[in-house]
Antibody, heavy 125, light 106 residues
Framework: EVELVESGGGLVQPGGSLRLSCAASGFTFSSYEMHWVRQAPGKGLEWVSY????????YYADSVKGRFTISRDNAKNSLSLQMNSLKAEDTAVYYC??????????????????WGQGTLVTVSS | DIQMTQSPSTLSASVGDRVTITCRAS??????LAWYQQKPGKAPKLLIY???SLESGVPSRFSGSGSGTEFTLSISSLQPDDFATYYCQQYHTYSTFGGGTKVEIK
């Protein structure tokens, strides 16, 4: 059974940093692209970042570019999001989501078929 | 950036009704569109990908259509479990979600 479990959320002051993690199980993690998607309280979904199966291709939303860094450790079946220079508008539930299978290591940024339960990040003084 | 606009933002309907939600892209996204259902406090659930392909386990009362810039999600006969918020997502260029459509009980 596919499972994605996020951790690392919490309360942080504006300008601070936080590192989110996502532990994956139940599938061959190294063969799938992964995403981070967030949802501010009472608002809609916002795509944050993408990483290919090997980690060689990475994309960010303009709203987080230069402040957030996505990474993965395929040996540990783990996805991370390093968030620096946090702002109040970064307050949200952050979801880790699985993209599609990368055939022969070739990935195409795609939809997400499995999502974690989310971890709440609150940026406030 | 590609913008995704959903309408309506809220839809009131009764069990058994046919429901249609529209999603418009600011430029052509071919058929690179997915639909998700989200219930309060829960993660989104994939319903449909590539405009009209039904995800495994999703009831056949859900269907999708469209191409280019205009897309629709239809529920043929609304069931009690279908009251939720629905989002479209383009993945033609990076990824963008629509603003959501809340389907509530009339």
């Amino acid at each position: 059974e596919v499972e994605l479990v996020e951790s690392g959320g919490g309360l942080v002051q504006p300008g601070g940093s936080l590192r989110l993690s996502c532990a994956a199980s139940g599938f061959t993690f190294s063969s799938y692209e992964m995403h981070w998607v967030r949802q501010a309280p009472g608002k809609g979904l916002e795509w944050v970042s993408y990483i290919s199966s090997s980690g060689s291709t990475i994309y960010y939303a303009d709203s987080v570019k230069g402040r957030f860094t996505i990474s993965r450790d395929n040996a540990k079946n783990s996805l991370s999001l390093q968030m620096n220079s946090l702002k109040a508008e970064d307050t949200a539930v952050y979801y880790c989501a699985r993209g599609t299978y990368c055939t022969n290591g070739v990935c195409y940024l795609d939809y997400s078929d499995y999502w974690g339960q989310g971890t709440l990040v609150t940026v406030s003084s | 950036d590609i913008q995704m606009t959903q309408s309506p933002s809220t839809l009131s309907a009764s069990v058994g009704d046919r429901v249609t939600i529209t999603c418009r892209a600011s430029q052509s996204i071919s058929t690179w569109l997915a639909w998700y259902q989200q219930k309060p406090g829960k993660a989104p659930k994939l319903l449909i990908y590539k405009v009209s392909s039904l995800e495994s386990g999703v009831p056949s009362r859900f269907s999708g259509s469209g191409s280019g810039t205009e897309f629709t999600l239809s529920i043929s006969s609304l069931q009690p479990d279908d009251f939720a918020t629905y989002y479209c997502q383009q993945y033609h260029t990076y990824s963008t979600f629509g603003g959501g459509t809340k389907v509530e009980i009339k």
